[in-house]
């Protein structure tokens, strides 16, 4: 029986595209095992899905002066000695990885093992922990053509990003079920990525009672971003996180406003939902998901608004002409040449594997 190990976190975005390609692999026979660390959201998620898991340290990534920059990679270190005995310990004919600060010492330790690594990056330019991981890698999977450039070497595969096959199995009517919408309006989903987005929620909510003049309302705002005042009202639907339900959530909703992740920007493409992008300003991130919108913006496939410019008069206005455009973006979706990236990435790890 092959074995792989996974690996990835540091948010849900960095997780999920590994649990997308675990049911292929355990069709084909694979033994999966994952490393992360301590206290990080893949922990919960991965032993959820009942794969042996295993503990390593492993210190922040950071392109910021800060005191800890000085003692975080030490924990580095200690990673990699212990990704290293895990190595030797459980034999994987390969690893997998997502990126994430965990990422970068069981690369390292993958490299030094001499196992080979394939690694994915779903933004246009790779994170830090990519970054600094590439030179180890075998293989790095990208999910936009732009990104090609961006790795050195002749690494670089084209393979978009793996979507998780219970997403494409969502009911219409199951969701609207599960929200409670007892008319036929078109439904609005807003999702505010893993943590949520205060911005986008006040923004949201300042409009509300307009918006539901012609939509019903499906909110994931985030963990402690629920508003207790608009608990039972009618058309208006809020939840800090949704797991099980999304895939019946996301087949009900007619439009979405989403953050520009890639992982969500791909599952809505393949989905087909019309969406309104409001990217991550470069005020509090890298600069990634601005990029991301502006790629799906050009193809056709979004609509876009950078925070700075985010009031709720435009929101208004642009929920309109995102609904009154819809079937032009769904039919731009339709043609897209990027695809789910399961088989082929399934294709680069058989490949590769001892």
Known sequence: MKKIIM??????????????????????????????????????????????????????????????????????????????????????????????????????????????????????????????????????????????????????????????????????????????????????????????????????????DKILVRYNVVHICGKDNLDEKLSGKSGYKQFEYVSEELPHIMSSADIVISRAGANVIFELLTLKKPNLLIPLSKKSSRGDQILNAASFEKSGYSMVIQEEELNEEILADKLEELYRNKDRYISKMSSSPLKNGVDEIIRLIEKHSL
């Not at 032993?47 to 950071?62: A, D, N, P, Q, V």
């Not at 800890?68 to 990673?79: A, L």
């Open 7 to 208: 690996t990835g976190g540091g948010s849900a975005g960095h997780v999920t595209p590994n649990l997308a390609l675990v049911p292929k692999l355990r069709k084909m026979g694979y033994e999966i095992e994952y490393i992360g660390t301590r206290d990080g959201i893949e922990r919960k998620i991965i032993e959820g899905e009942k794969i042996r898991y295993h503990i390593i340290s492993s210190g922040k990534l950071r392109r910021y002066f800060d005191i800890k920059n000085f003692t975080d990679p030490f924990k580095v270190v200690k990673g990699i000695l212990q990704a290293i005995f895990i190595m030797k310990k459980v034999k994987p004919n390969i690893v997998f990885s997502k990126g994430g600060f965990v990422s970068v010492p069981v690369v390292i330790a993958a490299h030094l093992s001499k196992i080979p690594v394939i690694a994915h990056e779903s933004d246009i330019t790779p994170g830090l922990a990519n970054k600094l991981a590439a030179p180890y890698c075998t293989k790095v999977c990208v999910t936009f053509p732009e990104s090609i450039k961006n790795i050195k070497g002749d690494k670089a595969v084209l393979t978009g990003t793996p979507i998780r096959e219970e997403l494409l199995k969502g009911d219409a009517a199951q969701g609207r079920e599960i929200c409670q919408f007892i008319d036929k309006k078109p439904v609005l989903l807003i999702i505010g990525g893993s943590l949520g987005s205060k911005y986008i929620n006040d923004t949201v909510r300042g409009i509300l």
